[in-house]
């Protein structure tokens, strides 16, 4: 596997030529500093573009197009990363080899032709695809507790932090959405095309100079743009006494989450000592949460922490019954302080550390897990891959106890079930 990064001035190329997929993915990512107004926006954006082009005016010509080019799939992602927004653009489709010369420049073609072709009349979009999107949109919105979970999450967010980007609702906004039309829309897609940072990655069996040649021109950003923002979320001061927040809703089952900011840490400290004491507090089948919240003390369904480097967040989250529910926060409580005394072993470290070489060791057996790892290091500075694996293991005990007194428990939210 050989990684090449080439700075084309007004986006980045990422060229990762490996030959253990028989496909070839493209993903491109437009990012940029997010703002609460324009997510919904964005979420319409970037389904309306693949519900019709100029040349191919239904979602069905698309469908038959992507056919005609041996079943290519062409989908679309929004997400939040720290302080940015990120669209993204995937194409998967069969190296020429298994299908015809030049099956993959056509597809980029498509994909061209998507973007940079869309559907538009008047500097307008179409008014019938912005109907059957946003109504699309409109359901999703209106069914947002059917997933307790997520809404969960969503409101624990909301109540950690309600002017940080953490709080947003990635889902967007019913009030944004009535505000979305076909001119607006329009303009907001010529910013995006026009101003967003854009890294482009083509994961395969490839030729490097002849696919370079392509993406330049099929793929033509004009602007040169240089980031100034940061990903990474301001450390929120933790607050004196922990917020409890309650909703209820008609569901059997009760979600308790947890937000547990970290304090100031090195670079090393946060991607390592963090990342390991994270996984032995419960980010793995053998951490203390689940062995003795779970299966000691039988107070819960499922439960698990998992760690945001850019949030600086620790997130518990738990399925329980919502009599359980304070003796639950009690215990959680308890683990994390005897965790910051040391109450854990060698083994507990060791353990943590074979499933996060695991974990690198499975980057390279997904086209869009070696694109999230090499966008990562791009984006936070991270150390490759393969030197992380030596730096974990020199992690000792001492380092994550250290590590461990940094994390506070802020936050607690109870999504409580209530079937009356």
């Known amino acids: 596997m050989k990684y090449t990064k080439k700075d084309l001035g007004s986006f980045n190329l990422h060229l990762i030529n490996t030959d253990k997929f028989k496909t070839v993915t493209t993903k491109i990512i437009f990012h940029t500093p997010i703002k609460k107004e324009d997510i919904t926006k964005r979420n319409i954006l970037s389904d309306i573009l693949l519900q019709s082009s100029k040349n191919y005016p239904s979602k069905r010509d698309l469908i038959i197009k992507s056919e005609d080019l041996y079943a290519a799939d062409i989908y679309n992602n929004n997400e939040r990363a720290g302080n940015y927004i990120l669209t993204s653009f995937i194409l998967q489709v069969l190296n020429d080899k298994y299908t015809e010369e030049d099956n993959l420049e056509e597809a980029l073609d498509f994909l061209s032709e998507i973007l940079f072709n869309p559907d538009i009349n008047n500097n307008s979009f179409n008014e019938e695809k912005l109907s059957l999107v946003k109504n699309n949109c409109k359901v999703s919105l209106s069914s947002i507790k059917e997933d307790p979970v997520n809404y969960a999450q969503i409101r624990l967010n909301e109540a950690y932090d309600k002017n940080s980007p953490v709080s947003y609702r990635m889902t967007g906004y019913e009030e944004d959405l009535d505000k979305i039309n076909t001119k607006n829309l329009y303009k907001y897609y010529e910013n995006m095309i026009n101003n967003d940072y854009v890294d482009i990655f083509v994961v395969g069996q490839i030729d490097e100079n002849k696919i370079t040649d392509i993406i330049k ?66 980010g793995s089948v053998d951490s203390k949460l689940f062995k003795i919240v779970r299966e000691k ?122 079937t009356k």
């Open 297 to 418: 003390h039988s107070l819960c369904y499922v439960i698990f922490s998992s760690l945001s480097k850019l949030d600086n967040l620790i997130t518990i989250k738990a399925g329980i019954d919502k009599e359980n529910y304070l003796k639950t926060v009690d215990v959680i409580t308890e683990i994390l302080d005897q965790m910051k005394k040391g109450k854990f072993s060698e083994k507990d470290v060791n353990m943590a550390k074979e499933i996060y070489i695991s974990s690198i060791n499975n980057i390279e057996e997904k086209p869009l897990y070696l694109i999230n790892e090499y966008f990562s290091e791009e984006i936070t500075k991270l150390d490759n891959y393969q030197e992380r694996v030596a730096k974990i293991k020199k992690v000792t005990k001492k380092d994550i106890i250290k590590a461990l007194k940094k994390i506070k428990m802020d936050t607690i939210f109870l999504l409580e079930g209530d």
């Open 217 to 282: 021109k099929k793929f033509k950003f004009r602007k040169i743009k240089k980031q100034k923002s940061e990903y990474e979320i301001d450390i929120k001061k933790v607050r004196s006494r922990r917020l409890f927040a309650k909703e209820t809703i008609e569901a059997s089952q009760s979600k308790l989450v947890i937000a547990c900011p970290v304090g100031k840490m090195t670079k090393d400290e946060k991607n390592y000592a963090l990342t390991l004491a994270n996984i032995i507090f419960g």
